[in-house]
Nanobody
Framework: QVQLVESGGGLVQPGGSLRLSCVAS????????MAWYRRAPEKAREFVAA???????QVDNSVKGRFTISRDNAKKSMFLQMNNLEPEDTAVYYC??????????????WGQGTQVTVSL
């Protein structure tokens, strides 16, 4: 069984910062691309950022210059540094991982999500 567990969400004022973490565990053989998505109330889930095993990253234009994605392959973890947060960033943030399990089956897994609220 594979689990992705997000942490680091919370309530922050506009202009503040948060650092989200995602830790993968379980019967994992190899993790390929990892990514962050978010879902605001009454909106569809949207792409935020992704990072390859080699550390190459891409971010959505809506967060470019404010968010930075990274990963630690040894710790099977991924991070999202969120700076200059705006109320529009309020959403549940989800960790996604494209991975191969120990039985050599390839799947995309999702975490349970962590709430980020940007408000006065």
């Amino acid at each position: 069984q594979v689990q992705l567990v997000e942490s680091g969400g919370g309530l922050v004022q506009p202009g503040g910062s948060l650092r989200l973490s995602c830790v993968a565990s379980g019967n994992i053989s190899e993790i390929y691309t990892m990514a962050w998505y978010r879902r605001a109330p009454e909106k569809a889930r949207e792409f935020v950022a992704a990072v390859s095993p080699g550390g190459r990253s891409q971010v959505d234009n809506s967060v470019k210059g404010r968010f930075t994605i990274s990963r630690d392959n040894a710790k099977k973890s991924m991070f999202l540094q969120m700076n200059n947060l705006e109320p529009e960033d309020t959403a549940v943030y989800y960790c996604n991982a494209d991975l191969r399990d120990i039985w050599q089956r390839r799947f995309e897994y999702w975490g349970q999500g962590t709430q980020v609220t940007v408000s006065l």
